[in-house]
């Protein structure tokens, strides 16, 4: 490793949101040294969210959705090339075109990418879709465009039901599959989820809960319809698979880190873990790929899928790469993201699936504007808001000094019922789409065979 810290050679590998933020923070924070930018795609870093917003709604093309720069990035841009390996050992990012990358600090932060439908050939009709890149959105922007005559969303997380909601806003008969009870629990739980099957089926959304897509049909190489588990079909001409996400890890099967499906562990400073649970010194890992320990919530690694989280992430990182210990920082934002569907603007912060109980703190579901807070033995551990986020910030402080569950009233609007409930978080297995944020308990995901050596 380069002695200076601040010059030297620094590898970033996955240019999207978390990546460009960390390399604004590089050069903000006086590194002068060698940035290389290695991106999958092959367009400059673009924005996530309004891909299942706007762009589906006709008001923005999906070419239009390119990150604002914060600063100039003075980098060597290694867009279209996919990262195919790690050498720790000597210090070496292996990419897909054979060519090899040395660096004295490396960036993880390939995030992650959608779900495919299971069956390759039913995922190659024509009419099957998947939303995570610009070509996805504006493929699907274009057909949804043409008017189908039904579009069926697989599965009921957050981003199918944003699809949901655009298609019921462009008028467009939609169908709903999930294999859970109800929208949403994977991340708000099955007290809020009923709240949202109420809201889905009053926009006219034919939800179908309980159930899975067990094929999808085509004829002559077109979509036509679907069957599910409970014996009936439907016909759909459109068909986008919202099963969730998969970290993008692979690459890193022989580095030695600690790296799986559930994303790369890391300690609060951002420094990857090797499977033995060794703290790195040069790997460092933000964004959607990162599992990270919060005090907050026992220590316990986090994964999250969020706006925020990627950011704030990226500025520990960045800022730790080129500091010493003594000044290195912690990343302990409490996390928050936000959600627009059905004419709800839902935002959240906190760990609403790290939770027993769930209560209304403020206001009414009948209304659709009320704060719902969570606790966890005793203790407030997440907030909820619809169309009432100007009370969030109060809550994140509750949250953030485990001020007692349930919440003191002193002063704030008092619900018709403050009777807490259970919050009905359901094991991730029973559902079809991935919650966006994952409590993925303390150890690697490999399971090790430990073996002493010299006897």
Same mark, same amino acid.
């Given at each position: ?79 279209? @090339? ?122 006219? @959304? ?179 808001? @619809? ?69």
């Amino acid at each position: 490793m380069c002695a200076d810290l601040r010059s030297g050679r620094i590898v970033v590998v996955g240019a999207s949101l978390a990546g460009l933020r960390a390399a604004e923070t590089l050069r903000d924070e006086g590194f002068d040294g060698r940035l290389t930018m290695v991106g999958e795609e092959r367009l400059p870093p673009y924005d996530r969210p309004p891909l299942s917003k706007q762009v589906l709604l006709g008001r923005v093309r999906a070419e239009e959705t390119a990150l604002p720069r914060r600063r100039e990035v003075d980098a060597d841009w290694r867009l279209g @090339v996919r990262a195919s390996g790690l050498d720790g050992a000597a210090g070496q990012v292996l990419l897909a075109n054979g060519e090899r990358l040395p660096y004295d600090r490396l960036l993880i932060a390939t995030g992650t990418r959608a779900r495919p439908w299971p069956d390759p050939a039913q995922a190659a009709l024509d009419g099957v879709f998947t939303l995570r890149t610009v070509g996805d959105a504006a493929g699907l922007a274009e057909r949804l465009a043409a008017g189908p005559r039904r579009v069926l969303v697989i599965g009921a997380g957050f981003t199918g039901s944003e699809i949901a909601s655009a298609c019921r806003e462009r008028g467009l008969a939609v169908t709903v599959a999930e294999r859970g009870p109800a929208p949403l629990v994977g991340a708000l739980g099955g007290a809020f989820g009923a709240f949202a099957a109420d809201v889905q089926r009053a926009a006219g @959304v034919d939800l179908r809960c309980g159930v899975t897509v067990t094929a999808l049909a085509g004829r002559q190489g077109r979509l036509t319809g679907a069957e599910l588990s409970d014996g009936s079909r439907i016909e759909a001409d459109v068909a986008v698979v919202a099963l969730g996400a998969v970290r993008n890890t692979e690459w890193l099967a022989d580095s030695g880190l600690a790296a799986g499906p559930r994303g790369i562990a890391c300690d609060a400073g951002c420094r990857a873990f090797d499977m033995y649970g060794i703290v790195t010194d040069d790997v460092f890992v933000a964004g959607d790929v990162a599992r990270f320990p919060h005090p907050l919530f026992e220590y316990q690694l986090l994964s999250l899928e969020h706006w925020g989280n990627a950011v704030a992430q990226a500025a520990v990182a960045a800022h730790n790469m080129v500091n010493p210990g003594p000044r290195r920082l912690p990343h302990l934002s409490v996390p928050a993201f936000w959600s627009s569907q059905f004419g709800l603007n839902i935002k959240s912060v906190g760990v609403p699936t790290f939770s027993d109980q769930v209560t209304i703190a403020q206001g009414s579901p009948r209304e659709r504007r009320f704060v719902a807070v969570y606790g966890y033995r005793g203790r407030i551990t997440a907030a909820v808001s @619809v169309n009432r986020a100007k009370w969030l910030e109060h809550y994140q402080g509750l949250i953030e000094s485990a001020a007692p569950f349930p919440p003191d009233w002193d002063g704030v609007e008092r619900p018709a019922s403050r009777t807490p409930v259970p919050s009905d978080v359901p094991d991730p297995k029973v559902l079809s789409h991935g919650p966006t944020v994952a409590l993925t308990g303390h150890l690697p995901d490999r399971r090790l065979t430990l073996r002493r050596w010299g006897g």
